[in-house]
């Protein structure tokens, strides 16, 4: 039987305005995630037995949700796609868009990334999924082919549009501003940007630090979170991946119901708030991607894309095989 743990909120937002001394925190967190540091923060074994594995779990997964509506969701970078260190070179393999496309013939499925929604559906090309991009402040519904698509909007959702020419202008300056960072790539993700640290210097990741809060410090109504190598600066409005989750859930008319279980898969802090509403609603589960120990409120693990993969295979051929397809 599953059980939910209430956690304790530890993945915070990062404070832009304290002081220099959060630069500093901003850098050791960004370290402390790496996978040499979380190696030894954790062991291998006590974290499997309180994140087992959904693989070595798929029966007991079932067992729960049986009578249920599934409902999937999914980020894209390190779930679907593995991390590279080209941003814009981070494809999903045929495998994994072939699977998505048989999942999403079963069940409604969503992805929800950090990107821009334009990008992340450049990635996966599939008509049928729902997309919350800019993490989940632009969501739009299935194009075509998609059972299980609602009425005929095709946006569903875009709460930060009045932050749009804000974040333009943050995202110009800080181009300008780490333009002699070697390895320093900014990202316009339309509703929020992001500032890759992935091929910087370590030792230059205070100094790319400190000039991403010399730009910020003049915008209160920003914020930043903390990704893998890379800090998002983002509106302030309280929507992340767990609202766009619930806004979803609601929108395919779930809002209320008891008979739908909702499973997110995701390897990133930002998906923590998905996981979290999980564990508040008590409903469906989280499953976190992930090779090493790292604290998350999520229930399961997955190690690798190609792990997602196998899951979300084995989730399609359940479904057929009880369809009789
Ligand atoms: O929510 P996601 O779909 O996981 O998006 C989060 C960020 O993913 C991308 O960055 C990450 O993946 C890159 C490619 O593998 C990697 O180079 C980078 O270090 C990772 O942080 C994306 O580029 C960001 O814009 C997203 O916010």
Not at 94 to 121: D, H, Q
Not at 143 to 164: H, N, R
Not at 167 to 176: A, C, F, H, P, R
Request: proline share 5%.
């Amino acid at each position: 039987m599953l059980m939910y743990r209430p956690k304790k909120k530890v993945l915070q937002d990062l404070h832009i305005n304290n002081g220099g001394g959060l630069i500093s925190s901003w850098v050791d967190s960004m370290r402390a995630c790496s996978p040499t540091h979380l190696k030894s923060l954790m062991k291998q074994s006590s974290w499997l037995t309180e994140h087992p594995s959904a693989l070595d779990m798929f029966e007991d997964i079932l067992h729960v949700s049986e009578g249920k509506q599934i409902v999937m969701f999914m980020d894209y970078d390190g779930t679907l796609s593995p991390i590279v260190d080209d941003p814009d070179r981070a494809f999903m393999s045929k495998k994994m868009r072939r699977t998505v496309r048989k999942l999403a013939n079963c069940f409604p499925t969503a992805i929800v990334s950090g990107r821009c929604r334009e990008k992340v559906y450049n990635f996966v090309k599939l008509t049928e999924l729902y997309y919350a991009g800019s993490h989940g402040m632009d969501i739009k519904g299935p194009e075509q082919g998609s059972k299980y698509k609602e009425g005929s909007e095709s946006v569903l959702c875009q709460p930060a549009t009045e932050f749009l020419p804000m974040i333009d202008e943050v995202y110009k300056k800080l181009v300008e501003k780490t333009k002699f960072t070697p390895g320093a790539n900014v990202e316009n993700n339309k509703f929020c940007v992001s500032v890759h640290f992935r091929r910087v210097d370590e030792h230059n990741w205070s100094d790319l630090a400190h000039q991403v809060r010399a730009v910020m410090k003049d915008y209160p109504k920003l914020r930043l979170t903390q990704g893998r190598k890379v800090l998002e600066i983002r509106p302030i409005i309280k929507w992340d991946k767990g609202k766009a989750l619930e806004f979803l859930l609601e929108s395919l008319g779930y809002a209320n119901c008891t008979d739908v279980f909702p499973l997110y898969i995701g390897d990133d802090r930002t998906d923590e708030d998905a996981f979290k509403i999980l564990r508040e609603r008590r409903q469906g589960l989280g499953i976190l991607v992930s090779k090493f120990p790292k604290e998350t409120n999520a229930s399961y693990s997955l190690q690798e894309p190609a792990e997602v993969i196998d899951f979300l295979q084995r989730l399609v051929e359940w479904k057929q095989l009880r369809s009789g397809a």
